[in-house]
C-alpha cells in the first residue's frame, strides 16, 4: 500500500473504516484502534485507577466491538459506541472484583472523536515540571470518588462535551454538569495550583503503549476472521 492510499484511508470517516472492515479488510481496525486508544483507555482508567487493568479492558472492549460490528447502525457516531462499550467492560471488572462505587450506565450507542492538540516544545526543566504536576494531577484526580472522577476525565481531560458524555455514561446532561462543578472544587482544595491545559496531558496513551495495544488487538480479532 502506498502512503498515498495510507493517507487516503486515514481521512476515512469512522463509519466508513467500518463499512471496509465489514467487507473484509480486517487489518483497517487498527485505524479505529489508533484513532481512539487514548479516549477509551482514560475512560477506562477513570475507573479502575490501574494501568494494567484498563489496558487489558480496553483490548476486552476492542475485541467486543469488532465482534459485534455488524450491529453498530450507524444512528449515531461511532467513538461514543466504543467508549460505551469500554465502560461497560470496566465496570463489569470492577463489580467482579467487588469493588464498584455508585454510578449509573447504560451501554447503547453514539459518539465522535475529540483529538487534542500534541505538546508544544519546552526546555528539560520546564519538562520536569510538568511531568511532576502531571503526576500530582493524576493522583489528586485518583482520588477522586468514582462518579465524579469520570464525569472530570471524559469532561475536562479527554475534552469530551457535556452532552457526550452523558450520553456515555447514561446521565441526564444537568447531573453531568453537576459533577463536573463538585469535582473541580474537590481537585482545588487537592492542588495549590492552577492545572490549566496541563490536564488535558493527564493519563496519555501513546507511542509504546498505543503499539502494545494495537498488536494485542489485531491478533485476538484474526481468529475471527471468515
Keep these: 500500500m502506498t502512503a498515498s492510499e495510507v493517507d487516503t484511508l486515514e481521512q476515512l470517516a469512522?463509519?466508513?473504516?467500518?463499512?471496509?472492515i465489514l467487507e473484509g479488510e480486517i487489518e483497517l481496525f487498527e485505524i479505529l484502534m489508533r484513532r481512539h486508544n487514548r479516549r477509551l483507555f482514560r475512560a477506562a482508567r477513570s475507573i479502575l485507577r490501574n494501568d494494567w487493568e484498563a489496558e487489558d479492558v480496553v483490548q476486552d472492549a476492542y475485541?467486543?466491538?469488532y465482534t459485534h460490528l455488524a450491529s453498530f447502525e450507524g444512528r449515531a457516531k461511532f467513538s461514543t459506541w466504543l467508549t460505551r462499550i469500554a465502560v461497560y467492560e470496566a465496570l463489569a471488572?470492577?463489580?467482579?472484583?467487588?469493588?464498584?462505587?455508585e454510578i449509573e450506565v447504560e451501554v447503547l450507542a453514539a459518539g465522535d472523536p475529540h483529538d487534542l492538540s500534541d505538546r508544544v516544545n519546552r526546555n528539560p526543566e520546564q519538562q520536569v515540571?510538568?511531568?511532576?504536576?502531571?503526576?500530582?494531577?493524576?493522583?489528586?484526580?485518583?482520588q477522586l470518588p468514582l462518579h465524579y472522577r469520570t464525569v472530570f476525565v471524559l469532561r475536562d481531560v479527554q475534552g469530551l462535551d457535556t452532552a457526550e458524555t452523558a450520553?456515555?455514561?447514561?446521565?441526564?446532561e444537568q447531573a453531568v454538569k453537576t459533577r463536573l462543578h463538585r469535582a473541580r472544587n474537590i481537585l482545588k482544595d487537592v492542588l495549590a495550583v492552577q492545572t490549566g491545559a496541563t490536564v488535558e496531558h493527564a493519563f496519555n496513551f501513546l507511542g509504546e503503549r498505543c503499539d502494545r495495544m494495537?498488536?494485542?488487538?489485531?491478533?485476538?480479532?484474526?481468529g475471527h476472521r471468515g
Design 167 to 172: 450520553e456515555c455514561l447514561g446521565l441526564g
Design 93 to 101: 471488572r470492577k463489580r467482579r472484583d467487588s469493588r464498584m462505587d
Design 129 to 142: 515540571m510538568d511531568e511532576q504536576l502531571r503526576t500530582s494531577i493524576e493522583k489528586a484526580i485518583d
Design 214 to 222: 494495537v498488536a494485542r488487538v489485531m491478533a485476538r480479532i484474526s
Design 63 to 65: 475485541v467486543r466491538a
Design 14 to 20: 469512522d463509519e466508513d473504516v467500518v463499512r471496509k
